[in-house]
């Protein structure tokens, strides 16, 4: 039972490069979410998707883009990497709107 | 403006002895859940959990329960008996929303709980 897999699990990034951070989930999950975690700080919501094809922003959108043409995968995409994109993402699924979230084990990317 | 409030960044707490971990929230919809996770070093978000804001009695995990106070806006996580492993990041997360609509999902800043031997 995979869960929620994210690849890469690290990664570094050139000022400018463009990358897309893959999350799969084979809980047939209709809530998926991305966040980032800058050091020693909480999380904090980028987009999330209610389903295939219903995406949405959260509270720091700028950078970045998603889509959801599948019910299993969320890539998140990063256009112009930015110094200020160095953290480490997390994807998470969620079954309902009353039920917690299943978190991958997260990306770590550092841009130079 | 922060939906979620953890004005604790760091706690210390005697081995055995039980913790409470403060968490504020904001929101005007009535329908909304809160949830707390565990960040231990490694990495890994783990679920603790949960409170429904139509739920009548406070939630409870083994030694995790959950002060629910909903007219102070305040779900507080509660520790007993807290031993060594407990040590890790706390964080306080509320989801928010009917059904598909706007489901939200924060986090707040996170508590920082250190259990001393």
């Not at chain 1, 995979?2 to 799969?24: D, E, H, N, Y």
């Not at chain 1, 970045?64 to 256009?79: A, G, H, I, K, Q």
């Not at chain 2, 083994?62 to 706390?90: C, E, P």
């Not at chain 2, 609509?101 to 709980?113: A, E, H, I, K, W």
Request: proline share 4%.
């Amino acid at each position: 039972n995979a869960g929620v897999t994210q690849t890469p699990k690290f990664r570094i990034l050139k000022i400018g490069q463009s990358m897309t951070l893959q999350c799969t989930q084979d809980m047939n999950h209709n809530y998926m979410y991305w966040y980032r975690q800058d050091p020693g700080m909480g999380l904090k919501l980028i987009y999330y998707s209610v389903g295939a094809g219903i995406t949405d922003k959260g509270e720091v959108p700028n950078g970045y883009n998603v889509s959801r043409s599948t019910t299993e995968d969320f890539p998140l995409r990063l256009e112009l990497a930015a110094p200020s994109q160095t953290s480490v993402y997390f994807c998470a699924s969620r079954e309902a709107v009353n039920t917690e979230a299943f978190f991958g084990q997260g990306t770590r990317l550092t841009v130079v | 403006a922060q939906k979620i409030t953890q004005t604790q960044p760091g706690m210390f707490v005697q081995e055995k002895e039980a913790v409470t971990l403060d968490c504020t929230y904001d929101t005007s919809d009535p329908s909304y859940g809160l949830f707390w996770y565990k960040q231990p070093s490694s990495g890994e978000m783990i679920f603790l959990i949960y409170q429904g804001s139509y739920d009548q009695q406070n939630a409870t995990e083994g030694r995790y329960s959950l002060n629910f106070q909903k007219a102070r806006k305040s779900a507080n996580l509660v520790i007993s008996a807290s031993q060594l492993g407990d040590s890790a990041m706390y964080f306080c997360a509320m989801r928010e929303g009917r059904g598909d609509y706007g489901q939200n999902f924060v986090f707040g800043p996170g508590t920082r709980l250190s259990v001393l031997p």
